[in-house]
């Protein structure tokens, strides 16, 4: 039987040729907080929604931002033009009220107002291998972001809007009946060991990070009342060992760096692990063929971008690594859209 012809088409090059407009859109939407306003007013029509952001354009300017959230599914609508009503789509309500613990929207924040113009060097990061956001000049990232305190808030609320997808997942899918005790190293805002104490209620979690992150992980944790089975310890991961636990856990951390300091970072979680203990990163693990999870691979471009020598990368890498410090076995854990966790166990 003959295959049916498919006439090419430039189709898939328009659409993401011109996927800076999209992303553009969403990101003006989150800047000016349009879904947690919607959120909480339920409907609004566009001439209320143009007064409420104090939009000083057309009318039909207006029509065609809030009818392009309408079109990519993040808003509602009733109506058309002058009789439109507009009201929050339903990943929009869980995922982008600020109001929710479960907002995602740091990320995006951060993308707004910091990766959308780094991005627009990327050639100039391939060109150089060399990090293309504010740190050009050669100051350590973190550094540099933890002595801005607007920044430093910026970056944890973009951390855990970017793994909250997948700390959910983890904590409802992994085997969590061996185990008691979980350290989070880099653990940020705190919200990958919450969301487990929430769904695991025989675990004790440790979110571990630098003294300056700690009273934000605390506030978080008191926001949830989690303050019993989750605690915060403050350390410098590098410089000093990692505190003992039946699972020690990265995410989003792994893909920062290069692979000697990988492989140093594996070595400390092997040291804090008893005998049978887990170490699981969590993040976009890419595909070993390299074809399936293209979100992964942007994200190891945006680690040129903001580091110049990290990368994100396989499970056969991840096998390569763990073997050579002497775990006994891994696995791999499919958790919320282009993440996974791949766990080594000792």
């Given amino acids: 039987m003959e295959q049916q012809y498919t006439p090419p088409t430039p189709a898939t090059i328009m659409q993401i040729g011109s996927g800076f ?29 143009k007064e409420e952001l104090n939009l000083k354009c057309t009318d039909r300017n ?89 920044r430093l808030k910026m970056f944890v609320h973009a951390m855990t809007g970017a793994q909250m997808g997948g700390f959910i997942a983890f904590a409802e899918k992994f085997d969590f009946s061996k185990y008691k005790t979980l350290i989070d190293v880099g653990g940020s805002a705190g919200m990958l060991s919450l969301m487990i104490a929430q769904h695991q209620t025989h675990m004790t979690c440790v979110t571990f990070d630098l003294p300056v992150i700690e009273p934000i992980a605390n506030e978080t944790i008191q926001k949830l009342q989690l303050v019993n089975r989750v605690k915060t310890a403050s350390g410098d991961f590098f410089a000093e060992p990692i505190p003992s636990a039946d699972i020690v856990t990265l995410g989003n951390i792994l893909h920062d760096w290069d692979e000697e300091t990988k492989l140093i970072l594996i070595q400390k979680a092997y040291d804090a692990l008893p005998q049978g203990g887990a170490f699981v990163v969590i993040e976009s693990i890419i595909d070993d063929e ?57």
């Fill in 21 to 49: 407009w999209a992303s553009k859109v969403l990101l003006a939407a989150i800047n000016f907080e349009l879904f947690t306003k919607l959120a909480s007013k339920q409907t609004m029509t566009a001439s209320q929604i």
């Fill in 62 to 150: 207006v029509f065609d931002f809030l009818d392009t959230l309408t079109g990519f599914g993040f808003l509602n609508r009733k109506g058309i033009l002058e009789t439109s009503t507009y009201s929050n789509g339903i990943d929009t309500a869980i995922f982008l009220d600020k109001n929710k613990p479960s907002y995602v929207g740091g990320i995006l924040e951060m993308m707004n107002e910091r990766l959308y113009n780094f991005w627009g060097h990327l050639e100039e990061g391939l060109l150089t291998g060399k990090p293309q956001n504010e740190i050009k000049g050669g100051e350590d990232l973190f550094e540099s972001i933890y002595k801005d305190s607007h």
């Fill in 290 to 346: 390299r074809k399936e999870n293209v979100f992964g691979m942007m994200m190891s471009l945006n680690m040129l971008i903001e580091t110049g020598n990290g990368y994100n990368f396989s499970f056969a890498d991840f096998n390569k690594w763990t073997k050579k410090i002497g775990f006994k076995s891994t696995a791999l854990l499919p958790l919320s859209g282009p993440t996974s966790a791949a766990i080594a166990y000792k």
